[in-house]
Nanobody, 123 residues
Framework: QLQACGGGLVQAGASLRLSCVAS????????IGWFRQAPGKEREFVAA????????NYAQSVKGRFTVSRDNAKNTVYLQMTSLKPEDTAVYYC??????????????????WGQGTLVTVSS
């Protein structure tokens, strides 16, 4: 089971850190991905991190601004978001997959999803 949290309302240019907390020892075996869905739009890939944390992958739209990391001892994956823009406004979801992080950019690869957390960036 996955639980995303840490969303909120921030101004453009601000930073925010999302957390994805997982239950179960199997968490350490999975690639964890972050996706987001803005109103009226399809869910899109944001970032993914391998089970070891050694490999990460980012959507072009967030590369250089977002950083994904994980602490397997805490069963937690983080998404550090900086230089936030109004277009980053969305519900953010974390999800788990056995597909390698370099390939796991499609939501169809993910079988386990957490509930989302809303991020709103005002201009």
């Amino acid at each position: 089971q996955l639980q995303a949290c840490g969303g909120g309302l921030v101004q453009a240019g601000a930073s925010l850190r999302l957390s994805c907390v997982a239950s179960g020892r199997a968490f350490k075996q999975y690639t964890i991905g972050w996706f987001r869905q803005a109103p009226g739009k399809e869910r899109e890939f944001v970032a993914a991190i391998s089970w070891s944390g050694s490999v990460d992958n980012y959507a072009q739209s967030v590369k250089g601004r977002f950083t994904v990391s994980r602490d397997n001892a805490k069963n937690t994956v983080y998404l550090q978001m900086t230089s936030l823009k109004p277009e980053d406004t969305a519900v953010y979801y974390c999800a788990a997959t056995s597909v390698p992080a370099v390939d796991a950019t499609s939501s169809r690869f993910y079988g386990y999803w957490g509930q989302g957390t809303l991020v709103t960036v005002s201009s």
